[in-house]
């Protein structure tokens, strides 16, 4: 069965530094997005990104933050300089175009900020 | 704003028993309406959906229900497994927009 990839598992980083999560989405799939959890919470939402382009960002998708489709497979979100409050479990999702609103979730990448 | 939220953190389910998580949201433009099931370690993964155009759709042992009137939505599981233990995500979304926003979870632990 088709799913979600996201790499690394776990990101250890200083406060201040920059990283980068990688995802590959379910191939045939067009939408893409970003939605990270803090332990405990909710899961929020981020950015969502269609036809090479960011189509929807939620407030906290700061300046710090960006997104990119490198080339046909991977998905990254980049997070220019870390903050401790970034420490979360960051889920990449997918979508296919009949069924936008039904996403496929990779098993996230937990990043600690330290 | 509006947002989408759960009425009980946790349920405790007898094994064999069916289960009643509840979710009220409060955006009443919401399109479509999703349970997501979330296992310790990993992403959610996807359980049913609802358009808001219906008001009962069935899966397999898996059956949610949608009353518009009183932004309620509800999943059903019947004969509750210990492999159901899994904190339950409601979410909700737009016609055009697939932006999901999520409630809080309910943990639900089956008891042998």
């Known amino acids: 069965e088709p799913e979600v990839t996201q790499t690394p598992s776990h990101q250890v980083t200083q406060m201040g530094q920059e990283v980068i999560l990688r995802c590959v989405p379910i191939?045939?799939?067009?939408?893409f997005y970003w939605y990270r959890q803090i332990l405990g919470q909710k899961v929020e939402f981020l950015v969502s990104f269609y036809n090479n382009e960011i189509s929807e960002k939620s407030e906290i998708f700061d300046d710090q933050f960006s997104v990119e489709r490198p080339d046909g497979s991977n998905f990254t979100l980049k997070i220019r300089s870390t903050k401790l409050e970034d420490s979360a479990m960051y889920f990449c999702?997918?979508?296919?175009?009949?069924?936008?609103?039904?996403?496929?979730f990779g098993a996230g990448t937990r990043l600690s900020v330290l | 704003g509006e947002s989408v939220g759960l009425h009980l953190p946790t349920l405790s389910v007898q094994e064999g028993d069916n289960s009643i998580i509840n979710c009220a949201y409060s955006n009443s433009a919401s399109d479509y309406f999703i349970w997501y099931k979330q296992e310790s370690g990993k992403g959610p993964q996807f359980i049913i959906d609802?358009?808001?155009?219906?008001d009962k759709r069935q899966g397999q042992r898996v059956t949610v229900l949608l009353n518009k009137t009183v932004k309620h939505l509800s999943l059903q599981i019947a004969a509750t497994q210990p492999g159901d233990s899994a904190v339950y995500f409601c979410?909700?979304?737009?016609?055009?927009?697939?932006?999901?926003?999520f409630g809080a979870g309910t943990t639900v632990t089956v008891r042998a």
């Open positions: 999702a997918s979508s296919d175009l009949e069924q936008g609103s039904i996403q496929y």
């Open positions: 979410a909700e979304s737009g016609l055009n927009d697939y932006k999901l926003s």
């Open positions: 191939s045939n799939h067009l939408y």
């Open positions: 609802i358009r808001s155009n219906m």
